[in-house]
T-cell receptor
Framework: DTGVSQNPRHKITKRGQNVTFRCDPI?????LYWYRQTLGQGPEFLTY????????KSRLLSDRFSAERPKGSFSTLEIQRTEQGDSAMYLC??????????????FGPGTRLLVL | AQSVSQHNHHVILSEAASLELGCNYS??????LFWYVQYPGQHLQLLLK??????LVKGIKGFEAEFIKSKFSFNLRKPSVQWSDTAEYFC??????????FGTGTSLTVIP
């Protein structure tokens, strides 16, 4: 059973650098979500894709953040000009897309970003 | 905006003790409710969910939760905890959309 996978698992970067994370959802899942989780907090929604279309974006997703899902399969999340406040765990989740709104989301292990 | 409140940030119990973790949400419309668990070093996993029907839902590993609409609550319970239940527990709410709103989590430590 292959779940959601994310790469890299850890990333250390210097302030001002760009970083890109990858998420591979469960096969045939149409919906893909990105969340950010900081220490002591629950995951916060960033954005959501239905196939290749980005349908929702949180106000948390500043102009420095961009997400893509070009072929409706894997997704990338890029952060440009990283800031120390970007340090967090970035989580990806997917869902089948057949259950209507509010269906169960399956989470990946996350990418932990540390900006020095 | 929706919000989810988890009242207990840290809970320490001895094995065999009963557990109840509180969860309240602020949205007044139709909601789906979830409890996720994150064991040490592992990713978030679904524990149980409520979509409709019987407000008492049973999940994996002996957990259950009760949806009380009048109280906007979805508390998680387990009659007898085990050391292996040591984990972080997150309540989540979703309304007519696909945005999950998570609580801040409750860290449970079970002492053998």
């Amino acid at each position: 059973d292959t779940g959601v996978s994310q790469n890299p698992r850890h990333k250390i970067t210097k302030r001002g650098q760009n970083v890109t994370f990858r998420c591979d959802p469960i096969s045939e899942h149409n919906r893909l979500y990105w969340y950010r989780q900081t220490l002591g907090q629950g995951p916060e929604f960033l954005t959501y894709f239905q196939n290749e279309a980005q349908l929702e974006k949180s106000r948390l997703l500043s102009d420095r953040f961009s997400a893509e899902r070009p072929k409706g399969s894997f997704s990338t999340l890029e952060i440009q000009r990283t800031e120390q406040g970007d340090s967090a765990m970035y989580l990806c989740a997917s869902s089948s897309g057949t259950g209507g709104w509010g269906e169960t989301q399956y989470f990946g292990p996350g990418t932990r970003l540390l900006v020095l | 905006a929706q919000s989810v409140s988890q009242h207990n940030h840290h809970v320490i119990l001895s094995e065999a003790a009963s557990l109840e973790l509180g969860c309240n949400y602020s949205y007044g419309g139709t909601v789906n409710l979830f409890w996720y668990v994150q064991y040490p070093g592992q990713h978030l996993q679904l524990l149980l969910k409520y979509f409709s029907g019987d407000p008492l839902v049973k999940g994996i590993k002996g957990f259950e939760a009760e949806f009380i609409k009048s109280k906007f609550s979805f508390n998680l319970r387990k009659p007898s905890v085990q050391w292996s239940d040591t984990a972080e527990y997150f309540c989540a709410v979703i309304s007519t959309g696909n945005q999950f709103y998570f609580g801040t989590g409750t860290s449970l430590t079970v002492i053998p």
